[in-house]
């Protein structure tokens, strides 16, 4: 049987804002009216922030509504994989330098959409696991040593 500990293990967090800076697609939850809504997002890492472009819609009326947010993202293959988890508090930002600053950090829309309201999340915390997939161990019986 593997050992746990060499299965999942834990990344340091400038490993975590690497990995997170290193994929440019994740997904966005926060919770509306006691649900939790969650919503694929391309983003940019800029600093200890991330920056994301939205329409009006579900997205930016839930971080208006309640601006603390989760960022996930993650990549794998046939025999490894990570996830990054950043969790912060939305901003919807105003003013053309952040309409400016977003496009400076290579922030652009995927799909063929106008998405002039620019966010940035401050993170207050991140967390990241490596994982390494195999097949599942067999139990040992209760009592059996």
Known sequence: ???NDTI???MPVDEAWRQLGSAALGHIAFVIDGAPEIFPINYAVDGHTVLLRTAPGTKLFGITVNPRVAIETE???ATTGWSVIAKGTAEVLTDDAALEAADEAG???WVPTIKENVVRIAVDE???????FG???ESVPEGAA
């Open 1 to 3: 049987m593997a050992d």
């Open 8 to 10: 999942i293990t834990e």
């Open 75 to 77: 990549q794998y293959d």
């Open 107 to 109: 922030l652009r829309p």
């Open 126 to 132: 991140i967390t990241g696991r490596r994982f390494r």
């Open 135 to 137: 097949p599942e161990p």
